[in-house]
C-alpha cells in the first residue's frame, strides 16, 4: 500500500520555511510538522506533502538550489 503523505527532510528551520514557501508556491499542499520520530535530522522541523507530489516537489526544491536530505514515505 503506498503512503499518502512523505516528508521532507531539511537541515535547519530556515530550510524549511523556504521549501514550505517554494512547495505552496508551486501549487502543493503542504504543511510543516515536527519531525517524526523514526526518520533522524539535524533539523526538527519537516515539510509533509502528498505522496503523490513527492517527484514534483523534488524538482522544485532543485530547481531553487535548496538543500534538502531527502523525501521519505510518512508510515502510520
Do not use: F
Not at 8 to 21: D, G, M, T, W
Not at 58 to 76: F, I, K, Q, W
Amino acid at each position: 500500500m503506498e503512503p499518502s503523505y512523505g516528508v521532507v527532510l531539511v537541515p535547519s528551520v530556515s530550510h524549511a520555511l523556504r521549501a514550505e514557501s517554494l512547495v505552496r508556491g508551486a501549487g502543493i499542499v503542504c504543511k510543516l510538522i515536527p519531525t517524526p520520530r523514526q526518520l533522524s535530522s539535524d533539523c526538527g522541523t519537516a515539510l509533509r506533502i502528498p505522496w503523490s507530489d513527492r517527484d514534483q516537489v523534488e524538482a522544485t526544491l532543485r530547481a531553487a538550489n535548496l538543500d534538502y536530505e531527502g523525501v521519505y514515505p510518512l508510515l502510520p
